[in-house]
């Protein structure tokens, strides 16, 4: 049983070292090589930020003629840099796009010592939002004393 066990390994040894059918590399002759590409619109998704101390606007890239951005992600968040005192909850706010309100959500004010992070983080959107065609659309945080924002939006260009 062991000699037959080790003819048939060295028959199938041979007949992989023998056949080229066993390890072809690239494309095998007469045959046409098979291309990806992306079908999906948001295949090209790009992500943009801002970030500072004071008010922040993140302008994204004005698509084009006939052409929209989609907004796939929205990322808001702060850093105290001082001591920050609790106030109203701050907006934070769109243009460019019609159809929806122009706040995507707000940041809740509390007390806070140097190096604290707050904010919305992720914002979940569900779906994309659409904006205007042929428009650069903002997202924008205010002021506050204290506070450096950072605003990160993902998104792909689509008629």
């Known amino acids: 049983m062991r000699r037959l066990h080790s003819f ?3 028959a199938f040894a041979l007949l992989a070292l023998a ?13 046409t090589p098979v291309t990806q590409t992306g079908t999906m619109l948001n295949a090209s998704q790009r992500c943009d930020s801002v970030a500072g101390s004071g008010a922040q606007t993140l302008t994204l890239q004005n698509p084009g003629p006939g052409l ?10 702060g850093e105290a840099t001082g001591t ?4 109203v909850p701050i907006a934070i706010t769109t243009t ?6 122009p706040t995507l959500g707000s940041v809740n004010l509390t ?4 190096g604290a992070v ?6 979940p959107l569900g779906f994309p939002i659409k904006a205007n065609a042929n428009t650069a659309p903002t997202i924008a945080i205010a002021s506050v004393t204290n506070l450096s924002w950072r605003i990160t939006a993902c998104y792909f260009v689509a008629p």
């Open 84 to 87: 920050v005192t609790a106030a």
């Open 111 to 114: 007390a806070w010592t140097i």
């Open 19 to 31: 056949s080229p059918s066993f390890a072809q590399t690239g494309t095998p002759t007469g045959s």
């Open 118 to 123: 707050t904010g919305p983080g992720v914002i």
């Open 8 to 10: 048939v390994l060295a």
């Open 68 to 77: 929209s951005d989609y907004i796939t992600h929205v990322i808001a968040y």
């Open 96 to 101: 460019g796009i019609n159809g929806t309100t």
